[in-house]
């Protein structure tokens, strides 16, 4: 079974960073395109960033880019979103979702984590 | 590239066909998801590449359209289908969505 558990929410301070874990199973993370999509409170969805098979090739929303990283740690089947100069606006519930399906030339959002809540506040 | 849903918001009954449309700012082929999200649980993928059912999800729901204008459409609305529907683009990052779509019971 596929299956996404994401930790390492929690509070922080606007300005501060945090370091979000995505650990995978049931299948290798590595051979995917793994994204990140944010929910705010009450609000909608915003996809956030995706990073490719190799880990070489990250894409970011513009409101992130500078300030959010992804890595992959292939031995652990895991990847990582590190945020760092945190803002208020950046207070959502995140997720970590596998790519799995490729059709038509894209891969498709499909495998949901249940999501980890980052809040930023002073 | 900005999708705009319609309507916001839908109150419907049981066994009610409905409609929910999704326009995009500018030509998407058939790059389109389209997602269901009940309260405090992650979205669950419907539909890809415009009409292309996903595995396990009821045939009530399809999808339709290309271009800049999508469709997805619940044949006979059931219980368990009352919750919020989003329409993704996967044409170019950033895969923006939709504002959402709520669907509740009247």
């Known amino acids: 079974e596929v299956q996404l558990v994401e930790s390492g929410g929690g509070l922080v301070q606007p300005g501060g960073s945090l370091r979000l874990s995505c650990t995978a199973s049931g299948f290798i993370a590595s051979n995917y395109y793994i994204d990140w999509v944010r929910q705010a409170p009450g609000g909608g969805l915003e996809w956030v960033a995706n990073?490719?098979?190799?880990?070489?090739?990250?894409n970011f929303v513009d409101s992130v880019r500078g300030r959010f990283t992804i890595s992959r740690d292939n031995a652990k089947n895991s990847l990582f979103l590190q945020m760092n100069s945190l803002r208020v606006e950046d207070t959502a519930v995140y997720y970590c979702v596998a790519a799995i399906t490729f059709m038509g030339g894209r891969y498709w959002l499909d495998s949901w984590g249940q999501g980890t809540l980052v809040t930023v506040s002073p | 590239i900005q999708l705009t849903q319609s309507p916001s918001s839908l109150s419907a009954s049981v066994g009610d066909r409905v409609t929910i449309t999704c326009r995009a700012s500018?030509?998407?082929?058939?790059?389109l998801a389209w997602y269901q999200q009940k309260p405090g649980k992650a979205p669950d993928l419907l539909i890809y590449?415009?009409?292309t059912l996903q595995s396990g999800v009821p045939s009530r729901f399809s999808g339709s359209g290309s271009g800049t204008d999508f469709t997805l459409t619940i044949s006979s609305l059931q219980p368990e289908d009352f919750a919020t529907y989003y329409c993704?683009?996967?044409?170019?990052?950033?895969?923006?969505f939709g504002q959402g779509t709520r669907l509740e019971i009247k």
């Open positions: 990073v490719r098979q190799d880990g070489h090739d990250t």
């Open positions: 500018q030509g998407i082929s058939s790059f």
């Open positions: 993704q683009h996967l044409n170019s990052d950033p895969f923006t």
């Open positions: 590449a415009a009409s």
